[in-house]
């Protein structure tokens, strides 16, 4: 599977704009899916061209939660791809879209191997997908705290964290991935960095990891 991420408080090339808010591809088990849209659609859009993704490559659109700095690009994706499956959290209201909405209280197999927790603490849902290694898990912002979302499948390994992290300093959850790559809203990147030197991955727009 590969990660790249589109969107981020950061740019790893001068071609790729950085802005408050999140939104990376993620290629696996035969999908393209975007996972939340950043803040605004003019950017995204912007970075997935100097990225060479073409919207319409997209399958997917996995929205975390409702906050502008994840669903601020969403139309503009949208106004290029008309056959993507948008999968959100209940409590993203308001969202008119002819082919296909999910919707997600619970955990929930999306795909063979991808997963959901579903919406927690009716706010944010992350996705897990399974690899030969262990689980990659993605997040948006880590609302409901990082042991709440890792907990809600108590009997994955966990081999991959990527995303925002918020305020957490859950290290000893963090610890239990073998790799962290802790990015756009997460306020100690520097002091996970110093704590899990090995396990940490620097994030930013344009960064891409294949697993
Ligand atoms: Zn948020
Ligand atoms: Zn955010």
Redesign the pocket.
Known sequence: MKITILYDNISNSPKLKADF??SCLIEAGGRNILFDTGGNGKILLNNMEALGIDPDFIDDIFISHQ?F??IGGLSAVLNLNERAVLHIPPSLRGIKYPNGIIKYDRPAEIYPGIFTTGELDNIEQSMFIDTEKGSVVII??CHPGLGKILGTFPDKKISLIVG?LHGSEEYDVMNKAEKICPT??TKHIDEIEKRLPDKYIQGGAGTVIEF
Do not use: K
Request: aromatic share 10%.
């Open positions: 808010g999140f906050h700095d994840h948006g912002c925002g756009h809203c």
